[in-house]
């Protein structure tokens, strides 16, 4: 990781290594937390955070799903956000933000009611996420054996940090099986998500992402849909099986940090031709557009800091 120079924690700038917290801090123990990712890139009037309002919109909704009362407003949060891309006089193409909500040193016991919340936005410069290669040329899939929790077991639409063990688990073992990424079914067989990313594939010219039922509702997926559906491009949200994945003509990835990334294989089965496929980097292409600031009709999507 690239250390920046100042992180915001509670309402003040601190230094990057003086952002510290007490080893008894109740998250550390119990995993209730909340966290976003939001990005900034760098476009010829400066740089621009890409739909700021609409992630720190999901942080606090996120923490009212996990009973967190988080001690700022959305405004206070985005303000924040813009004030640490200022501080930290960055300069790369993009710029990872990481707001972030958690229980702090108090109290002890699986009731958090009387926990300190913390407050916390960072800020570092990222390449991509996947890998410059796996843009350009598609990454390696493996449908691994840990599955989606179901509704009744877990809040799947929180991007609360406990969730985020079983994500941990599922890359660790596609890559410990030579994959680059992991992708994970639901309860019922169907396709979920990956491990931090929101799943594509293209069939005869269709567009077609699995619905959230137990997953995260991703923003850059929103993104996607209204992008392709602009352009012409018929978008289907259902459930996908396995075995639809093994023969889809194209598939990709999409996030905040995985953008926009093409899958070349999928468990031992070349995707398409095995690369990056023609619908997949119209779209890649298109998302640059957006957020590097080239695609005016998206610009009430950026925010920028003067």
């Known amino acids: 990781m690239d250390a920046a120079k100042y992180i915001w924690m509670n309402g003040k700038f601190v230094a990057w290594d003086e952002a510290k917290v007490h080893v008894l801090s109740h998250t550390l123990h119990y995993g209730n937390g909340v966290i976003e990712g939001t990005k900034a890139y760098k476009t010829d009037r400066g740089y621009a955070i890409f739909r700021l309002n609409d992630h720190t919109k999901r942080l606090k909704e996120s923490a009212k799903m996990t009973l967190i009362d988080i001690p700022y407003s959305v405004e206070e949060m985005?303000?924040?956000?813009?004030d640490?891309?200022?501080?930290n006089e960055f300069t790369g193409d993009n710029v990872y933000?990481?707001?972030f909500a958690f229980l702090g040193y108090g109290v002890m016991g699986i009731y958090h009611k009387d926990a300190p919340v913390e407050t916390v936005m960072s800020a570092w410069e990222w390449g991509a996420y996947l890998g410059e290669e796996g843009m350009r040329k598609g990454i390696r899939l493996k449908i691994v054996s840990m599955t989606r929790p179901s509704n009744t077991s877990n809040m799947g639409k929180a991007k609360a940090t406990a969730?985020?063990?079983?994500s941990q688990m599922a890359k660790y073992e596609a890559i410990d099986c030579g994959y680059d990424e992991a992708l994970l079914l639901d309860d019922q067989g169907y396709v979920a998500e990956a491990?931090?990313?929101s799943f594509f594939m293209i069939v005869n010219g269709e567009i077609i992402t699995p619905p959230s039922d137990n997953a995260l509702v991703s923003?850059?997926?929103?993104?996607?849909?209204?992008?392709?559906?602009n352009m012409g491009m018929k978008v289907t949200r259902r459930r996908i099986s396995r075995e639809e994945v093994y023969i889809a003509d194209e598939a990709f990835l999409t996030g905040t940090a995985a953008e926009i990334t093409p899958i070349a294989l999928i468990d031992a089965r070349d995707i398409g031709?095995?690369?990056?496929g023609p619908i997949t980097e119209k779209i890649q292409s298109g998302y640059f557009d957006i957020v590097f600031g080239r695609n005016k009709d998206y610009e009430h999507y950026l925010t920028y800091i003067d």
């Open 219 to 229: 923003i850059t997926q929103k993104t996607v849909i209204e992008m392709a559906e």
């Open 273 to 276: 031709s095995g690369s990056r």
């Open 195 to 197: 491990s931090g990313a």
């Open 163 to 166: 969730n985020y063990l079983n």
């Open 97 to 99: 933000l990481r707001p």
């Open 84 to 87: 640490l891309i200022k501080k």
């Open 78 to 82: 985005n303000q924040a956000q813009i």
